[in-house]
């Protein structure tokens, strides 16, 4: 079946410092899915950081940045500069771009960032 | 205001007892899901709808029921609940054409004892 795979929480890093969450995926019933970041703050629901829908394409929101690579079947996320705001759980997820968008998640990485 | 409202946020049930788990969505929103989450696990399907009266299954169905008497109202159904059951349960919308994005409320935390 299809799954979703990323790194292994929690990720602590230093405010300001670069992050990378690595993502890799596994579709074997999709051949073009839609892969998605969805970001959980305390307290609330998963909301929808970025989504990119073709290969090769890059997807950004807020300083994140990830690029669909086909290739090594991947979707890493990237920034530059964390805030102590920032600290949250990120989920890699991939979709069937067709009725229905059942989304498969990964695990979740539990992001803190420190002053 | 949240546009995907659930409830209760947190519940201790017994086993062989039944449980019933609601969402509610103002999106306007076509499609509706029920997820599951185990720790250290990603989020899964159990069933999902994409019109009231209409439910379908999910990746993992066995033991759930679902309900959707009205295009707002999403229900999980537990007729017999048992200790595996025991996580936190997400609903979610989306909207028909754009359905990209799923909107989540913030989580059941289910312990079933």
């Known amino acids: 079946g299809d799954s979703v795979t990323q790194t292994e929480g929690p990720v602590t890093v230093s405010e300001s410092e670069s992050l990378i969450i690595n993502c890799t995926y596994s579709?074997?019933?999709?051949?073009?899915?839609?892969l998605f970041w969805y970001v959980r703050y305390p307290g609330e629901g998963l909301q929808l950081l970025l989504k990119?829908?073709?290969?090769?394409q890059k997807g950004s929101s807020r300083g994140f940045e990830a690029t669909y690579n086909k290739e090594t079947t991947s979707f890493h996320l990237q920034k530059a500069s964390v805030q102590e705001s920032d600290s949250a759980v990120y989920y890699c997820?991939?979709?069937?771009?067709?009725?229905?968008?059942?989304?498969?998640f990964g695990q979740g990485t539990i992001l803190k960032v420190y002053l | 205001e949240a546009a995907v409202t659930q409830s209760p946020r947190s519940k201790v049930a017994v086993t062989g007892g039944k449980v019933t788990l609601s969402c509610h969505q103002t999106?306007?929103?076509?499609?509706m899901y029920w997820y599951r989450q185990d720790t250290g696990h990603g989020l899964r399907l159990i069933h999902y709808?994409?019109?009231?009266?209409?439910?379908e299954k999910g990746d993992i169905p066995d033991g759930y029921k679902a309900s959707r008497p009205s295009q707002e109202n999403f229900s999980l159904i537990l007729e017999l609940a048992s200790l595996s059951q025991t996580a936190v349960y997400f609903c979610?919308?989306?909207?028909?054409?754009?359905?990209?994005?799923?909107?989540f409320g913030p989580g059941t935390r289910l312990t079933v004892l």
């Open positions: 709808s994409y019109v009231a009266d209409s439910t």
């Open positions: 990119v829908i073709t290969a090769g």
């Open positions: 999106n306007n929103h076509d499609y």
């Open positions: 997820a991939l979709g069937e771009p067709s009725s229905g968008q059942k989304l498969v």
């Open positions: 579709a074997t019933s999709i051949a073009y899915p839609n």
């Open positions: 979610a919308s989306s909207d028909w054409g754009h359905s990209y994005e799923q909107y």
